[in-house]
């Protein structure tokens, strides 16, 4: 089991922030990743929680933007659609889960995120 460490409630709050900027994604073309690169690169040289948050979460976004770049033109032939709904619920619920984590204090794993960023 691991140890959850304390961290102040501004350092959760700027992980959290960095999850859930993610969502910019739904109203601006690219805000699932401006919005987190924002987020990671204003504060991640202040805490080492809000550095980690913010390359988990910035890795996830890259990573679904590569599979939907992938499943695209597997729509064409019908079966594309199902996986690009089924990654669109998995990015959301994994953008919840990953916020609450951390504004916890407790550590999320993405599924299938590709560490771009280390």
């Not at 948050?53 to 996830?60: E, I, Q, R, Y």
Request: with cysteine; proline share 5%; charged share 15%.
């Amino acid at each position: 089991m691991e140890e959850i460490k304390t961290y102040t409630q501004s350092e959760r709050d700027w992980a959290m922030f960095c999850h859930l900027s993610a969502f910019a994604g739904y109203f601006f073309p690219f805000g699932g990743i401006i919005g987190p690169i924002i987020c990671w690169i204003s504060r991640k040289d202040g805490s080492a929680w809000v550095d980690a948050n913010g390359k988990a979460s910035l890795n996830f976004q890259i990573s679904m933007l590569l599979y939907t770049v992938l499943v695209i033109p597997l729509c064409i032939i019908i079966v594309g659609i199902p996986i690009l709904v089924g990654l669109m619920v998995l990015e959301a619920v994994c953008i919840i889960v990953a916020s609450i984590r951390a504004a916890r204090g407790e550590v999320f794993k993405y599924p299938i995120s590709i560490p771009f960023i280390q």
